[in-house]
């Protein structure tokens, strides 16, 4: 990062931090001496109302959070009782004083000297004193103050001090308010001993020790060494430096890589090996242990860590000699980095050291394919430094060497996403990659097909198939319609020449759907850019690389035209532009997909064997937990069966994943190999050789507890803030600028890269209130615009509002402001102008508190305010040790729980694995359609079809060899059995072979878990 930028960081890290305040300000009255409204309409952060009125709340303890009226903090004595210490109380009471006239006295500091025998139980103390200081201070009879002191002896010996303020003023009538505000409890002079986090394991890297446990609040220790409560837990997370010390960057340009990668790869290395040879020093180890006072097991994992550091110095090693040795994989290593030079457009030179320190350790997955398939190595890095990119370098290193080594076509890598809404953004990174290694390859004439990209989603998105007959009452998009194309454009650029003028259209003679560039200086020539969209096109012409949704893999057991994701098509139509053909249908004479086409097939170009996959990518690999991973345990063990009984190999496994916790069972269970995880952790926190801290901000996290007002008028108010604050920057530059105490230059910066506010929430019903609620609450000068991004958004909708998030009206009034966001946009959206997210709760799971927050601050300094539900344990509890979570976030993502040992699973997808056998083995070994129980009856009479060697080969691909697994591999077999019966004698009304299924019939989705359940309703005047 260069001088200016980071000065220019700095300055925008002040604007967070005045965002914030302002916030805090509106919420809570700071600096407020007189109000015109009644105050508790006004101020819902750090009061406490009266102790009566929350006795008499019907919804008892969950009411308490909600609308608390003590705070304090709960305390471990190191000492015996008895025990002194000192409390300071700090309250602010609002008072009217004429006609709609209310004025503030304080903030007061009540100071007092406690003295606790260590009696358990709980006293109630000073109240007298502080109630008169009150009194003293406003005059008013009303109001009382008081300490509730609670001695409490646990379970595990020790003994436990709670110390609450408590508001015990009369109950808020109309014509007072008793609530107490700003209230805060300050707590010194007696030696502590620390919390432990318990949930999180033992670890050398890792401090889980925190002071105090905050009751209706936080606490944090002052610089002063008192401890105090907190209205609003904070946590800041620095931006990571991405070059190691002693490696000079430049080594890591694309262009040096391109011309001599082995002294660049040398010096990487030889670094590497010397901050290991330092930091992972058994000395340095020993001196660690000694004063941060380590467990014998947490000694034995350190030296287990040194040793996996100096394994991964190993792999970088091979690396160097696969450069060294193989003149192919070094050229196709080079020529990825012209390719990556030329994608890159000079947004950036070259890659981070932990992006080619994992390309250099993968390219034995390109020379020992066979070898390393039997492993699958998992990215986990943090959101935002770069792992599709790095994903991407290889892809094309891979394809490059592909085209060199004889496949010319086919498939390279199918990258699956977990959710139904791929990110386009990702897909259009995939594009300008991918169309930079074809003109590398032109130029270089290295021969095969056109490199392409297949956007595999279906229905919603795109579609499954151009009819030539459409039924538009199903939404059957008209191949006569010049308009039907438009809808399903998904990149948003040329990515050969940048060129944002794209048009669709549908060709009748190729029958594509296709995506044209306008730009007549293009350098790719074509009429048609290399990506297909349509489900039939993409076996039609099998892209060297797929994107998609996890969802797809279920088709292999309907769609015989998935025979390409695992092994070679049956053949190639002799008709141009035709692509590859399959196993014949009725309307489909010959094989081939193009309706009424019945040019007869040609020989496959090429070895088959060439066919198969070189990599199945998955992305957020932790989302693949409970239903969808069980169910898709047993599709991976599928295609890795078929892949091997088509080709003889298997497919190199990698992903990308946000938590360590169980991740080799997980792997293990998934994909039946053993796990790797790249970069190895450093040996602290913030300290690594891929990654340090810097000592700029890259995302501020704040938790604001609304008291006593619903969520949703909390985030009114906390929007009307934000929209407020950049809209007096709009206006008075100069002035606002001033306050802020940044250059009065940056001040359209500030207004593009804080103008727009996600509002990010776990449910529909919670973010429709919010839409509601901004068209009139949100009370700024000026219109609100506002956009959704849900699972319920439009695939064109997206498309539109992410062009208009990353490319901005002039006008800021004309620009999006606030984007109600769900789970769906915590994947791969990348947006550098959105840098503040205001979260509706906490997310059911940590890892996508962690995914979503990624979301903003990527590129500058980001705020993310937390408003937690309080009625919620879980949020409550967040909240109580905000600071803590945030520094643990990646270590407290859940372990995945995931099984492929389900008999309930199992009976939803065996139908699906046995259909699969028979579109892709069967039916292409007979030469004929076997879609019907007839003609799959006759043709298994033929070849003498054995029923147990069919179910061992199941049992074989499911890995059902434990003892454990006898009612399994029994159930396969009574379903093989029963399946024969029912192909040999079909049950009345059996049509197609998914009839004859015993049981559930083949999965469309991976998500569709649960059987499905026909609902009948009743007719007229029944």
């Not at 953004?425 to 056109?450: H, K, L, M, S």
């Not at 927050?853 to 980001?862: C, D, E, H, I, L």
Request: charged share 25%.
């Amino acid at each position: 990062m260069t001088a200016r930028r980071e000065a220019t960081h700095a300055e925008l890290a002040k604007v967070v931090a005045w965002l914030q305040q302002r916030i805090i300000e509106d919420a809570r009255g700071d600096g407020r001496r007189s109000v015109d409204k009644r105050p508790s309409t006004l101020f819902w952060l750090g009061r406490l109302a009266p102790e009566v009125d929350v006795m008499n709340n019907a919804l008892g303890e969950r009411g308490e959070r909600l609308e608390p009226c003590a705070i304090g903090m709960r305390l471990r004595p190191s000492g015996t009782p008895p025990w002194n210490c000192r409390v300071v109380a700090r309250v602010a009471i609002w008072a009217p004083r004429g006609e709609g006239y209310w004025e503030k006295t304080g903030p007061l500091d009540v100071p007092v000297d406690l003295v606790v025998d260590g009696t358990p139980g709980t006293q109630r103390m000073h109240q007298d004193l502080m109630t008169d200081a009150l009194r003293a201070a406003t005059g008013r009879d009303d109001l009382g103050l008081s300490l509730d002191v609670t001695v409490e002896a646990r379970a595990d010996q020790h003994v436990e001090l709670v110390v609450q303020l408590v508001n015990v003023s009369n109950g808020t009538e109309r014509s007072a308010d008793t609530n107490l505000y700003q209230c805060e409890l300050s707590f010194s002079k007696l030696a502590l001993d620390p919390f432990v986090m318990e949930s999180l394991p033992d670890s050398f890297r890792y401090d889980r020790t925190f002071p105090a446990i905050g009751l209706n609040c936080a606490v944090e220790r002052a610089s002063t060494g008192e401890l105090r409560t907190l209205d609003t837990p904070e946590s800041p997370r620095l931006r990571p430096v991405f070059t190691p010390d002693g490696l000079d960057e430049n080594l890591l340009s694309f262009d040096r890589l391109a011309v001599d990668p082995l002294a660049s790869a040398t010096a990487l290395l030889q670094c590497h090996e010397r901050w290991g040879q330092f930091h992972w020093a058994v000395n340095r180890l020993d001196d660690r242990q000694q004063s941060e006072h380590w467990t014998s097991e947490m000694r034995r994992s350190a030296d287990a860590a040194a040793v996996a550091y100096r394994i991964e110095s190993q792999r970088i090693a091979d690396g160097i000699r696969i450069l060294t040795d193989n003149a192919e994989i070094r050229r196709s290593f080079q020529l990825m980095n012209a390719a990556m030079a030329i994608a890159a457009r000079g947004r950036y030179p070259g890659w981070r050291a932990f992006q080619l320190g994992f390309l250099l350790s993968n390219l034995a997955s390109i020379e020992r394919p066979d070898e390393e398939s039997a492993i699958a190595d998992i990215v986990w890095f943090a959101t935002g430094g770069g792992k599709t990119e790095t994903y991407l370098g290889l892809l094309v290193a891979a394809m490059l060497y592909d085209r060199m080594r004889g496949k010319h076509t086919g498939i390279t890598a199918w990258s699956r996403f977990p959710l139904r809404m791929l990110s386009l953004q990702q897909t259009q990174r995939f594009a300008d990659a991918i169309a930079a290694a074809e003109i590398v390859r032109r130029r270089e004439d290295i021969p095969g097909a056109p490199f392409s990209l297949g956007f595999f989603v279906g229905n919603g998105a795109t579609p499954n198939a151009v009819p030539i007959e459409p039924d538009v009452s199903k939404g059957d998009p008209d191949p006569n319609d010049p308009n039907m194309p438009a809808p399903f454009q998904v990149l948003e650029r040329c990515p050969f020449c940048r060129s944002d003028g794209l048009h669709m259209g549908f060709d009748q003679v190729t029958w594509t759907l296709q995506h044209r560039c306008q730009n007549p200086s293009c350098p790719w020539d074509a009429k048609a850019l290399p990506i297909y969209v349509v489900d039939e096109e993409i076996y039609r012409f099998l892209p060297t690389v797929i994107v998609g949704t996890l969802d797809k893999a279920a088709l292999i057991s309907m769609q015989a035209a998935m025979r390409g994701f695992v092994g070679p098509p049956v053949g190639l139509c002799s008709r141009p532009g035709h692509g590859f053909t399959y196993s014949p249908r009725s309307t489909k004479p010959k094989g081939c997909l193009v309706p009424g086409c019945k040019a007869e097939a040609q020989a496959l170009p090429g070895q088959p064997a060439n066919f198969a996959p070189t990599f199945r990518l998955q992305d957020e690999l932790h989302l693949l937990r409970d239903s969808l991973g069980a169910v898709d345990t047993h599709y991976e063990a599928l295609y890795d069966h078929l892949t091997e009984a088509l080709t003889g190999r298997k497919a190199k496994i990698l992903a990308s994943s946000a938590t360590l916790a169980g991740y080799e069972r997980q792997v293990d269970t998934l994909y039946g190999r053993d796990a790797r995880v790249f970069p190895q952790p450093g040996p602290e926190p913030g300290q690594g050789f891929w990654s340090s801290e810097s000592e700029l901000l890259m995302r501020h996290y704040v938790a604001i507890a609304p008291r006593g007002v619903t969520l949703e008028h909390a985030i009114d108010r906390v929007v009307t803030v934000l929209q407020g604050s950049v809209r007096q920057v709009l206006e008075d530059p100069t002035t606002t600028c001033s306050d802020i105490g940044i250059p009065t230059d940056i001040a359209d910066q500030v207004i593009d890269l804080y103008g727009t506010d996600v509002v990010y929430g776990n449910t529909l019903r919670d973010l429709d209130a919010v839409s509601r609620s901004a068209e009139s609450q949100i009370l700024v000068k000026g219109d609100v615009v506002q956009r959704s991004l849900t699972g319920r958004t439009d695939f064109a909708d997206v498309r539109n509002i992410l062009k208009e998030l990353e490319q901005p009206a002039p006008s800021y009034e004309d620009r999006i402001h606030v984007v109600t966001a769900s789970s769906m946009m915590s994947h791969g959206v990348d947006v550098d102008r959105l840098n503040v997210m205001v979260m509706l709760g906490m997310p059911l799971g940590t890892a996508e508190f962690i995914q979503a927050t990624a979301r903003v601050g990527r590129k500058y300094p980001g705020l993310v305010i937390l408003l937690p539900k309080m009625a919620r344990e879980r949020d409550a509890g967040i909240f109580r040790t905000f600071p803590k979570f945030v520094e643990h976030a990646d270590r407290l993502v859940e372990p995945i729980p995931i099984t492929r040992r389900s008999r309930r699973v199992l009976e939803r997808t065996i139908s699906g694995l046995a259909m699969a056998r028979v579109l892709m083995v069967h039916e292409p070994a007979s030469g004929q359609a076997l879609t019907t129980p007839k003609w799959l009856s006759a043709y298994w009479r033929k070849v003498g079809f054995d029923p147990d060697h069919e179910s061992s080969l199941l049992i074989e691909a499911l890995r059902l060899d434990g003892e454990l697994d006898g009612p399994m591999r029994e159930d396969i077999r009574n379903w093989v059995r029963r399946f024969l019966e029912n192909i040999d004698n079909p049950p009345a009304g059996t049509r197609f072979l998914s009839d004859a299924s015993p049981g559930s019939k083949p999965m469309r989705s991976l998500r569709d878990v649960e059987e499905q359940v026909p609902i009948y309703g009743k007719e007229d005047g029944a």
